[in-house]
Structure formats: C-alpha cells, structure tokens
C-alpha cells in the first residue's frame, strides 16, 4: 500500500528553524518529482519547494533564500529546511509526490509566533 508520511511541525518563534519530513512508501521514488505545498483557512495550497529525482530544485519566491529543499532517494524521504521563519509562513504544510498521480499526506502544523 503507497503510503505518504508527513512530520516535523511544530511552534517556532520568529527568526526560528524547523525541519518537515516526509517518507514516501513507494518502490521507485526516484522517479517522483516531490514536493511541499502549504495552506492557510480560506485559501488554496500554494507550492512552496519542489525537487526532481536528480535533485533540480524550485521555490516560491516568498521563501528562497530561507527555506532549503533535499530529498534522500535511498531512505525514500523528502525534507524542508524552514530558517529565518516568518509569521507568514505559518500553515498547513502537506507534502506531495507527483508521477502522473498525486499523492498527499496527512498535513503538519507550523506555527511561528512570539
């Protein structure tokens, strides 16, 4: 059974780090491009990184410079590198594996506040 894992979140303070990561339970991962989008109430998710199998990577604008996408093609797992965090980027952060299909997961939390 495919199954996708998200985890990580948690509260942060403004300027803070945190670090999302997803295990995907697929035999060739490599072939997925994957991805993190977020959302907040009352609006759409919205793509914040994304990575290829050989590792070309994309982000949102509001987040280059902070915020760091990896993935490990042998462990099945994808990781975002959340630094110099923003009340802003508060939201639900769900991540995606995309290869003709989507596959979610479940979704985790991050809260930054003061």
């Known amino acids: 059974q495919v199954q996708l894992v998200d985890s990580g979140g948690g509260l942060a303070q403004p300027g803070g780090s945190l670090k999302l990561s997803c295990i995907f339970s697929?035999?060739?991962?490599?072939?997925?491009?994957m991805n993190w989008y977020r959302q907040t109430p009352g609006n759409e998710r919205e793509l914040v990184a994304g990575?290829?199998?050989?590792?070309?990577?994309n982000y949102a604008d509001s987040v280059k410079g902070r915020f760091t996408i990896s993935r490990d093609n042998i462990k099945r797992a994808v990781y975002l590198q959340m630094n110099n965090l923003k009340p802003e980027d508060t939201a639900v952060y769900f991540c995606?594996?995309?290869?003709?299909?989507?596959?979610w997961g479940q979704g985790t939390q991050v809260t930054v506040s003061s």
């Open positions: 995606n594996a995309h290869w003709g299909n989507d596959f």
């Open positions: 697929v035999n060739i991962f490599s072939d997925y491009l």
């Open positions: 990575i290829t199998g050989g590792g070309t990577t």
